[in-house]
């Protein structure tokens, strides 16, 4: 009884985990500095924080998130690997977004 327990404990875990779990915010802060933060604040009075927060903000879910991450990634062709995808959620998420 006490292993079947321990198993569907086991089991359950990824589901309830946070959203970028396995993502490291610290190198997605360094890389959303290197690659987004300029381009975002241009369009934001210099302030590349305002492009995640303001009112109207198209990223609604932990998911939204990383499509938008991958769709940026794609499209304007930084060639960025999904570990680094992952970073980037985490230090967003985070950061900003707080989904659960
Ligand atoms: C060349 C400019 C440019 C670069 C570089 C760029 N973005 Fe963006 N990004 C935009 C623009 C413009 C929007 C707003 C699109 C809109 O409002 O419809 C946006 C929107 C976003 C949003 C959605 C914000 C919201 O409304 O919730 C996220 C998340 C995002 N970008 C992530 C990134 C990440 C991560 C990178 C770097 C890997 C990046 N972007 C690089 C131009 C850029």
Redesign the pocket.
Same mark, same amino acid.
């Given at each position: 009884m006490k292993r079947l327990a321990v198993l569907l404990a086991l089991i359950g875990t990824p589901a309830l985990a946070a959203p970028f779990a396995h993502g490291n915010a610290a190198a997605g802060k360094a890389l959303?500095k290197e690659?987004?933060a300029a381009?975002?604040a241009g369009?934001f009075d210099g302030d590349s924080g305002k492009?995640?927060t303001?009112a109207d903000?198209?990223?609604k879910s932990a998911d939204g998130?990383a499509q938008?991450?991958g769709g940026?990634?794609s499209m $304007?062709g930084?060639n !960025?690997f999904p570990e680094d995808e992952a970073n $980037?959620g985490a230090f !967003?998420n985070q950061t900003y977004y707080k989904f659960k």
């Open positions: 959303e690659k987004c381009c975002h369009r492009i995640y303001r903000r198209r990223v998130l938008q991450i940026c990634n $304007l930084l !960025l $980037l !967003l």
